[in-house]
């Protein structure tokens, strides 16, 4: 894509972006990074998937790049829009389990929470995280809201149905027995008041 995008331009993030709408009108105008995405953005076949079909003869004629993970970005890198937007995610997810002897952890997608993943330990350990280091970029990023230290993340992925339904019937429990003690509470105060006469 270069000269048309620079390299120095060239982005990846979330597939999952909020837009302003100064941001949202540089999307809707662009007639320049969105056609070269077009002609050369097509998606690279994955290792995985060579067992249901066969390795490309040539693969120099595929790129791996997603337009849901760099479009946004690179263009608004492009428009020397990138210092107005927050650069990292609000949603967890794990990807580094290269060493795990579970075959269906490891690979190009991140893991997925499965039933016994799911407790509320996971949930404390994914809250109390409150920086991120980006490997490739050799940074760290101490995560704040409004100028004071908060959580990285808001949201989690990728949980299957069961570990998901664990949780919430966990949160659930939860929220029923602290509604319980402030009935408990409520009526207690309340029987106790003489009525006024």
């Known amino acids: 894509m270069d000269p048309v995008i620079p390299v120095q331009n060239w982005r990846k993030g979330s597939q999952w972006v909020v837009l302003t709408r100064k941001h949202a009108e540089v999307v809707v105008k662009d007639n320049t990074v969105f056609p070269m995405f077009q002609l050369y953005c097509k998606r690279k076949s994955l290792p995985e998937f060579w067992r249901d079909h066969p390795v490309p003869a040539d693969n120099s004629k595929e790129h791996n790049c997603i337009p849901d993970e760099h479009y946004v970005q690179t263009l ?117 008041r003489s009525p006024v006469g």
């Open 76 to 192: 608004l890198a492009q428009e020397g829009l990138e210092g107005e937007i927050t650069r990292r995610s609000l949603t967890h997810s794990s990807w580094d389990l290269s060493s795990t002897a579970d075959r269906e952890r490891r690979g190009w997608h991140p893991m997925t929470y499965k039933y016994s993943d799911a407790t509320p330990m996971l949930i404390k350990s994914i809250k109390d995280v409150d920086n991120i280091y980006y490997e490739t970029e050799y940074r760290r990023e101490w995560c704040s809201s409004k100028e004071k230290p908060s959580p990285c993340f808001l949201f989690a992925r990728k949980f299957t149905r069961p570990a998901a339904l664990r949780l919430l019937n966990t949160v659930t429990f939860k929220i029923f027995v602290n509604v319980l003690a402030f009935a408990r509470i409520f009526s207690n105060v309340f029987l106790s």
